[in-house]
């Protein structure tokens, strides 16, 4: 069906970034191929997704901007993912890493102090987690931002 294509798509999408993002030495030509993945992958989770595999597109694509040090796309996104969050009440893991995201955006632009804010209220939103092994994965995580 077309969800199903929709779906197939966003999940190809969305690991094809990840693969991308761990990658050493990439080359101009697959920056450019993350930036569009990730912008494909969450088109097609807003053609059939929850406000769940919204906001974690929206996360992935400030991630690959954060990455790529493009400060200003990676701010924009890391807002709309935590404001998805906020309007939608989504907590545990994901408003813990949607404050991760805005850390590290704020760090490519400079910005240290807010930077510092949103480590402080990731740690804080990362009490709720659930799951150990993720509490422990965003300690890590926020500990590879650069504020």
């Known amino acids: 069906t077309e969800g199903d294509s929709h779906k197939k798509f966003a999940v190809n999408c969305f690991n094809l970034v990840w693969s991308l993002i761990e990658k050493k030495d990439r080359t101009k030509?697959?920056?450019d191929k993350m930036v569009h993945a990730a912008h494909a992958s969450r088109?097609?989770?807003g053609e059939i997704g929850t406000p769940v595999e919204l906001?974690?597109?929206e996360w992935q694509i400030s991630r690959v901007y954060s990455v790529l040090k493009r400060s200003e796309p990676a701010l924009y996104h890391a807002k709309r993912c935590l404001e998805i969050c906020r309007e939608n009440n989504i907590g545990d893991w994901d408003i813990a890493f949607a404050h991760e995201a805005m850390a590290r955006a704020y760090a490519v632009a400079?910005?240290?102090e807010e930077s510092r804010k949103h480590?402080?209220?990731a740690q804080k939103a990362g009490e709720q987690i659930k799951e150990k092994g993720d509490r422990d994965y965003l300690l890590t995580e926020l500990g590879t931002i650069d504020s």
């Open 43 to 45: 088109f097609h989770w």
């Open 110 to 112: 400079g910005q240290k």
């Open 119 to 121: 480590i402080e209220l």
């Open 29 to 31: 030509e697959e920056d």
């Open 55 to 57: 906001e974690r597109g």
